[in-house]
């Protein structure tokens, strides 16, 4: 590695005029196209600590002397953010955890050769992933459960990934099989050699997987939106989208207001700050996971 | 004899099964017992397409009205514009978005500092993390009547009630959203092309548009190959989610799309029959797209499907 590094190092220096050119080009355009994802994201933060006047009139204005953090400290004080991010929190930690481990003990005897009925078996998660009922019957399901209004609406049917488990299966033929051979000369039964001795080696997959469930529950808002409709069981999104999509925030937020006008423009305002305080903790944690990405790309490559 | 080699490995499976007990009950229970009951019984639950569905009475009891459902919505002009706008929003999404990716993954393998690279990667895979509603939200202020967009531009419009506007709004976002995030398995494949070859080429003094073709190009072409296929599969599925939220009631010309559709139909006005009709004739479409797509992977690929 570090020597092919050193060789890529003098790759512009020897490049031939018409490569340097062509590099040129190529380093504008990304560069280019990092200016484009950051500039929103820097305005959004700008935006969050301006007067909401000056902003709608003038623009963002860099005098720092002005900047107030009123509208971070209205987001931060309000309920039912805190609340949305604690139920986001709780049904993404359960959702993943049961998703995965679901997943994981399911590709295993899928990944066993001597496995009868695996093709059965195949055929019928398979077609789940083409082929299914629909909203309105699965939420006709749901509700004939008793369901409605439950978190288990939102993590149950969706728990068992078949995708996921044609990756971990796929993951699993990849382990060594002295290793599976060494606990059958212990007399070691399927659960012991699952737990103690085949997932200690799957740590990559694990994270990956726990990542992915993770992130698609804490940023979905379709399923609570039509399930949850009690206010104290909302997830963040479904508060967001109150803020963001509809224009509607919680009145207690900006209730102080005298005038109409006024409400609007701080309305306005809580938008940025709602932005920035609901994005920052998967942003802040994304980059530690950023090591298992590269292996996970590949695991998720791999075709079962 | 048939019978009696049958008899055999009944009696064979039998008795791995009772030896293996523990793989049925503990690793294949949870999953199947959820993919019956959330995934099997909703597809019985289709029928109700074909009957005037009433809540109360149930599947059993409900009236059957046979193919009325599709007979309805598939002479409605409504609903074909709906169908227009689905194929529409996916297939641009697709020709525009799918080369960017690529496109940034052989920029990155262009660049020498690896520390670098990493910080640039950073930020391309940063919008992945931003969820639909926060990404809808950041589109909304960017493009509101005195937000930044019309202040450069000195215009009052309002982006979001144009029908016109909506497709490039939802493709725009969606590369600036997804597009990093995608180039991420390209990238992986370019590290495993072999540095020696392109040493090689670049000895044979080939400049770097010719090392692209014969070095990097070669080494992702079966996943750019396979890729499109899969996307070009997934049309009809395109998602519910992000269309939702950039809509607004000025723009449904555009932004309505079948899953939308369903979606109001069905749970907000309660015509539960009608939509499942249309939901089901949506995936439909889907699995012979997929079964289409399957044949041409089988092709390219050597008889081998997905």
């Known amino acids: 590695m570090e020597k092919t590094l050193t060789v890529k190092k003098s790759e512009f220096a020897r490049a031939s005029m018409g490569d340097k050119i062509f590099l040129l080009i190529g380093y504008i355009l990304l560069g280019l196209f990092v200016v484009a994802i950051i500039g929103p ?3 959004i933060v700008i935006a969050s600590f301006m007067d909401p006047i000056t ?24 309920s039912q953010i805190w609340i949305g991010f604690g139920n986001a929190v709780l049904y993404s930690v359960l959702f993943s955890v049961i998703s995965v481990f679901i997943t994981l003990l399911c590709a295993y005897p899928m990944s066993r050769d001597d496995f009868k009925g695996k093709k059965i078996f195949n055929t019928i998660f398979i ?16 509700s004939n459960m008793g369901l409605l209004d439950s978190m288990w609406a939102i993590i149950l049917p969706n728990a068992f990934s078949v995708w996921n488990m ?13 290793l599976r051979e060494a606990a059958d000369v212990d007399g070691a039964n399927e659960l012991v050699f699952f737990f103690k001795i085949l997932l200690p080696v799957c740590t990559p997959l694990i994270a990956v997987l726990v990542l992915w469930q993770f992130v698609g529950m804490w940023n979905s808002y379709f399923d609570a939106m039509i399930y949850l409709n009690s206010a104290e069981k909302q997830p963040l999104q479904l508060v967001l989208r109150a803020i963001l999509i509809q224009n509607e925030p919680d009145p207690g937020m900006i209730a102080d207001m005298q005038s109409t006008a006024q409400r609007a423009q701080l309305a306005e305002l809580l938008k940025y700050a709602t932005i920035i305080v609901s994005s920052l903790p998967l942003i802040v944690m994304y980059p530690f996971f950023q090591k298992y990405f590269d292996s996970g790309i590949m695991i998720g490559s791999v075709k079962g | 004899m048939n019978a009696k080699t049958k008899d055999n490995t009944l009696h064979n499976t039998l008795v791995y099964i009772r030896q293996h007990w523990q793989l049925y009950v503990f690793f294949l229970g949870p999953a199947l017992i959820l993919t019956i009951i959330f995934k099997y019984i909703p597809m019985g639950g289709i029928l109700i397409a074909f009957q005037k569905y009433n809540p109360f009475r149930g599947i059993l009891g409900s009236e059957w009205v046979g193919l009325k459902y599709f007979e309805q919505f598939l002479s409605s002009p409504d609903f074909m514009q709906y169908l227009l ?5 996916s297939v641009y999404g697709l020709l525009w978005g799918f080369p960017i990716p690529i496109i940034l993954a052989l920029l990155l393998n262009r660049i020498t500092s690896s520390k670098i690279k990493q910080k640039i990667q950073l930020v391309l895979y940063m919008p992945n993390f931003i969820s639909v509603i926060v990404l809808c939200g950041m589109v909304r202020i960017l493009l509101s009547v005195t937000g930044p967009f019309n202040m450069f531009l000195g ?11 909506f497709r490039p709004i939802y493709i725009i976002s969606g590369i600036w959203q997804g597009a990093g995030w995608a180039s991420i398995m390209y990238t992986a494949a370019l590290s495993n092309a072999s540095n ?34 899969l996307q070009a599969g997934n049309i009809m599925s395109i998602g519910f989610e992000k269309a939702y939220a950039l809509q607004s009631d000025m723009n449904l010309a555009s932004s309505e799309i079948i899953a939308t559709y369903v979606y109001k139909k069905g749970l907000l006005n309660g015509d539960y029959s009608y939509s499942t009709a249309v939901g089901l004739f949506n995936t439909i479409i889907n699995v012979i797209l997929l079964i289409a797509v399957n044949k041409v992977v089988e092709k390219l690929n050597d008889g081998q499907g997905l």
């Open chain 1, 41 to 43: 994201v820097v305005y």
């Open chain 1, 55 to 78: 902003l709608q009139n003038k623009g963002i204005v860099f005098d720092i002397s002005k900047w107030t953090t009123t509208a971070y400290e209205r987001v931060m004080s309000n």
């Open chain 1, 127 to 142: 077609i789940t992933m083409f082929f299914g009922g629909g909203l309105i019957p699965t939420y006709l399901l749901i």
């Open chain 1, 166 to 178: 044609i990756i971990a299966r796929t993951y699993y033929k990849g382990v060594p099989n002295e």
């Open chain 2, 85 to 89: 706008n689905t194929l529409k929003l």
């Open chain 2, 155 to 165: 215009t009052n419009i309002n982006f979001l009630t144009i029908p016109a506007a």
């Open chain 2, 196 to 229: 020696e070859l392109k040493e090689a080429a670049q000895i044979d003094g080939a400049n770097i548009w010719q090392q692209i073709k014969a070095v990097e190009w070669p080494a992702i072409k079966d996943m750019v190959v396979i890729q499109f296929i």
